[in-house]
């Protein structure tokens, strides 16, 4: 069995991987190679990326795409797309192309309010919580001053504080629900100092309250920290068009707009659909929010409790038809930032930047719940017409024939005579067998 080890992270990165070598992957003869492999050859590049996370060996690469004709609110945009899922910026890009003929997409930002919470512990009365609460709020505020000035002088900053009781649900337990502007940052950092301070305070002054010192009961705050869960930080984006601009060569605009509503229905009514229904939807967020840098965690814990709101976890996206007009559209809670955090210091993540044209976070909210839309549509049209899986294959015929380690003479085959034939793992095994006899 391996020893455990003390002080790694003071080790050289030599040292790790030779530990590393040593201690799991005696077994794997060029592992050391190919961690190195994926080393940038400009050495002040691989530093930025050692220095993103303790314990960097190497770099683990994600394709970085671009899904191009995005025509949103009459301007056209190219997505830089990140992800490792053969056929996302495909449906996205089709999906791009097939609404820029019909009008594009609409997006709008409802609210950008974010928020975070000070739980604390507190078996006194209630009353004199209410009390001091009251009396400590202008310190807390007060209290965070040095931390706000920048963000107040931009025109953010915090909104707001109220005391929440939950000892009803929770013995003793309360929290200060502090509300906040971040602008164009994601905001953790800010509002977690922020809360760090007001907890402080809260606990500080605690002390000298008559009221608590006659009982000699204080609060005790357990932690405090920003909330993922940002409902009052919303985006809608739409797409609307007449039934008869759905008519295609394979299918009648309106038979295939009632199909579309009706699997909208079920993902609003059954949670195994819309766990699956909403990944989709995620497939096209989340690329974006990787490509630009944000973080795809918050992002997801987020829109998921979202989609969970009314007690059951139903459909992000919704769809009607209104006499002979198809509309669909999303409403999702995105809290990310186009300053601070990884954008501005990877390299690529700039570059998603400037192919974006420098959106601010407001627009950046528009063009993520856009690429949710495009890629819902794009799989919800497929799963209704003709299923996911031809184009699903096509796109993955790559990885199979790579997996198969194909020449490129054998790939370009293969591409060929799959343009007519369904894909399947055996069915390009059986290919190259004939192919190499
Ligand atoms: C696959 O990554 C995503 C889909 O399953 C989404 C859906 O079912 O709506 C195709």
Same mark, same amino acid.
């Not at 008869?244 to 295609?248: I, M």
């Given at each position: 069995m391996t020893q455990p080890i003390s002080g790694f992270s003071k080790k050289s990165k030599a040292e790790k991987i030779e530990w590393l070598a040593a201690n799991y992957l005696q077994n794997t003869p060029n592992a050391v190679e190919t961690l190195r492999k994926y080393w940038n050859e400009d050495a002040a590049v691989q530093q930025l990326h050692d220095d993103f996370i303790e314990n960097t060996l190497s770099n683990y690469y994600l394709p970085f795409g671009i899904a191009p004709n995005f025509l949103i609110n009459n301007s056209m945009y190219a997505l830089p797309m990140v992800t490792e899922e053969s056929s996302v910026v495909a449906a996205a890009s089709n999906a791009a192309k097939f609404w820029l003929e019909r009008g594009g997409f609409k997006a709008e930002v409802i609210s950008t309010e974010k928020n975070g919470q000070i739980h604390f512990n507190f078996f006194g009365s209630e009353k004199d919580m209410e009390a001091f609460f009251e009396e400590v709020k202008p310190k807390l505020i007060e209290s965070i001053q040095s931390i706000e000035k920048n963000m107040k002088a931009r025109g953010g900053g915090l909104l707001g504080l109220s005391l929440v009781d939950k000892s009803h649900i929770l013995d003793g337990y309360f929290y200060i629900h502090a509300t906040f502007e971040t602008l164009d940052a994601m905001g953790a950092n800010f509002i977690n100092s922020c809360l760090e301070q007001i907890a402080h305070t809260f606990e500080t002054e605690a002390k000298d309250f008559e009221l608590f010192q006659k009982k000699e009961t204080y609060p005790e705050v357990v932690m405090s920290i920003l909330s993922n869960y940002v409902p009052e930080c919303l985006v809608r984006a739409e797409v609307s068009c007449k039934l008869?601009?759905? !008519? !295609?060569k394979q299918y009648d605009g309106k038979q295939f707009a009632e199909k579309f509503v009706r699997a909208i229905e079920i993902a609003k009514t059954e949670t195994r659909r819309a766990v699956t229904h909403n990944k989709g939807i995620m497939n096209g967020v989340d690329a974006v929010v990787l490509a630009t840098g944000n973080d795809f965690r918050a992002v997801e814990a987020g829109v998921h409790a979202y989609a969970a709101r009314n007690s059951y976890y139903g459909s992000l996206t919704h769809a009607k038809i209104e006499a002979d007009s198809f509309t669909f559209w999303i409403e999702v809670p995105l809290a990310v930032g186009t300053v601070g955090g990884l954008t501005s210091l990877h390299p690529l993540t700039k570059l998603a930047f400037e192919i974006l044209q420098k959106p601010n976070a407001k627009e950046l909210m528009k063009i993520l719940a856009v690429a949710g839309l495009a890629q819902n549509f794009a799989a919800v049209r497929s799963l209704v017409t003709t299923g996911i899986q031809k184009g699903h294959m096509k796109m993955h015929l790559m990885n199979i024939l790579n997996q198969l380690q194909a020449s490129k003479e054998e790939k370009n085959e293969a591409v060929r005579y799959f343009t007519e034939q369904a894909v399947s793992h055996s069915a390009v095994v059986e290919f190259l067998e004939k192919t190499r006899k």
């Open positions: 008869d601009e759905l !008519t !295609t």
